[in-house]
């Protein structure tokens, strides 16, 4: 997009700016003129096929959270994201189909963390989506539209990888059968969560379903979380989800592409730090079988993670944005290698549950 591009989109929507006469001169006449700050988004429309549906939901949701978080005297235009219409009131602007644009309020003085972080952020960032979760715990579910369909539904995505092995549109599949085998050997267990909520043992909640540590905010100066974002694809599922998720990443002592594999581990105390926190505001709220499945989460998103970036990099890289070469197969290898780590881990991790609950 050029600036006069970028100009005219924003030119569409409604951002309020202030104007006031301010100070003591003698001798010019001074005016202060403020505007918030924002965020503009394209919306991805190859992966978000319905920005219609998408931004109903992200509305929906932050409506709620708003009235929860002034009844609880907190600041609404910090706790959550905050849509920015346009000036004919619609949700987001459509320039061509392939460019839709959103704008949210900025959320001020806050800072992301990408891969260094402490146990003190796990903690932070585990109260920070418990207790999104423990807000949206009597949100209607059945309202929320599916944005991307069968997003965890792990089995389907399994079928994805073989189907991306069958058909081997980039000529890779034979220079990665030893990341084959390792996904393939894996599904065994890998439906379990899927079987537990078509079963109804285990409940359909409000998630996230992408709690990467950066969708979250965490406040400059004290390191409290802020402000959970990235909301498209909050959808129905299960805590286990949203759980397992923020600690593939959470818990990894290395970047998601590192491709120096003795890097990369499964962080326990980060773990047991991320559990304290999330189980602060769940823990009343969870089922036996939630609480069981919390360590096999993580290594089963870890899991559903590698085996999309293995499906992408057989595909020829069309989904995940990649900035080298074979980057999905190092993401996929480091994704591998943290489930080892986490299996072996796996005992552990369990009694660190039972211990915090
Ligand atoms: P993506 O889906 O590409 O991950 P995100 O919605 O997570 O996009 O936004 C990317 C980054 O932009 C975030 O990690 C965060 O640093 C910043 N960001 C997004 N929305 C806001 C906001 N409302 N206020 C402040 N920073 C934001
Ligand atoms: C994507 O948009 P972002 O970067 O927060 C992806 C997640 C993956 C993640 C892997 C909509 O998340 O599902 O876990 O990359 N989001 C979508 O880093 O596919
Ligand atoms: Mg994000």
């Given amino acids: 997009m050029t600036q006069k591009q970028l100009n005219e989109i924003l030119d569409q929507f409604d951002i309020p700016a202030s104007i006031t006469p301010y ?7 001074t005016y202060l003129v403020t505007t918030p700050m924002y965020i503009m988004q394209r919306i991805n429309t190859n992966i978000f096929k319905s920005p219609d549906e998408l931004m109903d939901n992200i509305e929906n949701v932050t409506a709620f959270l708003r009235e929860k978080i002034v009844a609880a005297g907190g600041n609404p235009d910090r706790e959550t994201l905050t849509v920015i219409p346009t000036k004919d009131g619609k949700k987001y602007y459509r320039l061509d189909d392939q460019n839709v ?3 949210y309020l900025f959320v001020v003085d806050t800072k992301s963390i990408e891969n260094s972080k402490t146990p003190e952020d796990l903690f932070e960032a585990g109260v920070g989506f418990g207790h999104f979760q ?3 715990a009597d949100f209607p579910v059945e309202k929320l539209y599916e944005t991307i369909k069968d997003f965890h539904h792990t089995p389907k995505r399994i079928e994805a990888l073989k189907t991306a092995i069958a058909e081997n549109k980039a000529g890779r599949a034979d220079s990665v059968q030893d990341e084959i085998k390792f996904a393939l050997d894996q599904v065994e267990w890998a439906g379990s969560v899927v079987a537990g909520l078509e079963d109804g043992s285990i409940p359909v909640r409000v998630t996230h379903n992408d709690t990467k540590i950066n969708n979250i905010l965490f406040d400059q100066e004290t390191g ?12 129905p599922g299960s805590m286990l989800y949203d759980f397992g998720d923020a600690l ?9 592409d590192e491709t120096d594999l003795d890097k990369v581990w499964f962080d326990k105390e980060c773990f047991e730090a991320f559990a304290k926190g999330y189980l602060s505001e769940m823990k009343d709220s969870l089922n036996e079988k939630e609480i069981s499945l919390m360590p096999l989460s993580v290594k089963l998103m870890t899991y559903e993670c590698g085996i999309r970036f293995l499906t992408d990099y ?7 944005k990649i900035h080298r070469e074979h980057h999905n197969l190092d993401r996929c290898r480091n994704q591998f290698k943290l489930v080892a780590d986490i299996t072996a881990k796996e005992a552990e ?7 915090c609950i």
């Fill in 224 to 235: 409290k979380a802020v402000c959970v974002i990235d909301l498209d694809t909050v959808m």
């Fill in 23 to 29: 100070g003591n001169g003698h001798i010019n006449d």
């Fill in 314 to 320: 057989l595909n020829g890289d069309t989904y995940f």
């Fill in 248 to 256: 593939r990443m959470g818990g990894s002592t290395a970047a998601e």
């Fill in 101 to 103: 644009f959103r704008v």
């Fill in 349 to 355: 991790l369990a009694k660190i549950i039972k211990s």
């Fill in 134 to 136: 423990m807000l949206l």
